[in-house]
């Protein structure tokens, strides 16, 4: 079978290549999925360069989201059926024509949900809605999040707007404020306008923020920082553009505001069964809805990983690349 490979770790588009594999075989309470559609998330890029959390040994495959079909069966699984469309956001190595998963951690995909939904429901949409899940805001609460423009904090707006939060939005640049509005979310602030500040508190109207969310780090840590009100919480999710947070230490000391970090991979594998697949339930929900949509941006062949990471990387992007193997 075919599958992205590589032997160091460096840029994507330099390293990543097609190679011939063996076909895996599932073991025990495993199966083998034909994949059908994988996203490219950030993550998957920088676990290729040797800078994510997770550094695999080389030769490495890539990719770690995808909706397939169940194409063979392990010893003892009897969740799942050969030709059952099932997704995964936790499986190393699924931008190949095929891969091997635990099946416990597989999701059954319903028919109503296209590839193209499924392929990324997990990582980016779970992470959103596990994040205001840990945040246990109430109807009316106020949350502030920078890079407004990201897969993920689209999402936590559009998931905020269908359970009752109000969703401030911070861009760096005044294009992203109509981008948005253009995908129906409002309340996005582009932080280029001198007077950013006061537009905040006319959204607002003075309401306490109680929360926040930086996906950037650097000084755009610190400007969601000091938006919080007293005794508010800011939710460390990504690093964007520095590894360094630039935040005031008058802004923690005074306000009382809980720092915390939140890493998708560590919180969906420490969450209860119960939790978690209620919370899948409440996503697959939004989803058919049409409360939270999932916009495709392109879909490329594995051979032309250079071409889907240009794509992926391309400023105004709306909607993730996927890959077809």
Same mark, same amino acid.
């Given at each position: ?15 990543l ?23 490219i ?6 676990? !290729?360069? @040797?800078t994510? %959390?997770?550094? /695999?040994?080389?030769? $490495?495959?890539?990719g770690?989201? #995808?909706?397939?079909? +169940? ?15 099932v ?12 891969? !091997?998963? @635990?099946?416990? %951690?597989?999701? /059954?995909?319903?028919? $109503?949900?296209?590839?193209?939904? #499924?392929?990324q429901? +997990? ?28 897969? !993920? ?16 939005g ?43 969310v ?13 938006l ?7 939710v ?63 879909i ?26």
């Open positions: 079978m075919r599958a992205l490979m590589h032997s160091t770790f460096d840029a994507p588009e330099t390293v290549a097609v190679q011939d594999v063996p076909l895996p075989e599932p073991g025990p309470n495993q199966v083998r999925v034909r994949t059908l559609l994988s996203p998330h950030n993550h998957d890029l920088w676990t !290729v360069r @040797g994510y %959390g997770f550094k /695999p040994e080389l030769p $490495a495959r890539a770690t989201e #995808a909706v397939g079909v +169940v194409d063979a069966l392990g010893a003892d699984v009897t969740n799942l059926q050969v030709g059952q469309r997704a995964t956001g936790g499986t190393f190595g699924v931008w190949s024509e095929y891969f !091997v998963a @635990g099946a416990a %951690g597989l999701i /059954p995909v319903p028919d $109503a949900l296209s590839d193209e939904a #499924a392929a429901l +997990v990582s980016m949409p779970f992470s959103a809605l596990s994040l205001l899940h840990s945040l246990d805001l109430k109807e009316g609460d106020w949350l502030v999040q920078n890079a407004a423009n990201g897969a !993920v904090s689209r999402m936590v707006a559009q998931i905020g707007a269908a359970r009752g939060f109000n969703v401030v911070l861009v760096r640049r005044a294009e992203g404020v109509a981008e948005l509005r253009e995908q129906g979310i409002v309340n996005i602030v582009a932080t280029d306008s001198p007077d950013w500040r006061e537009q905040v508190a006319a959204i607002t109207g003075g309401a306490p923020i109680i929360a926040g930086d996906s950037v780090g650097g000084t755009s840590a610190g400007d969601v920082l000091s919080l009100a007293a005794n508010g919480t800011l460390v999710f990504g690093a964007m553009e520095s590894p360094t947070m630039k935040i005031a230490s008058g802004d923690i000391i005074f306000k009382q505001v809980t720092i915390k970090g939140f890493w998708g991979s560590t919180v969906s594998r420490e969450m209860d069964a119960e939790t978690r697949t209620a919370l899948f339930g409440q996503l697959m929900g939004h989803v058919l809805s049409g409360e939270l949509t999932l916009p495709v941006a392109g490329f062949s594995l051979e032309d990983i250079a071409g889907a990471f240009e794509a992926s990387t391309t400023a105004g992007r709306v909607g993730k690349v996927l890959l077809r193997p």
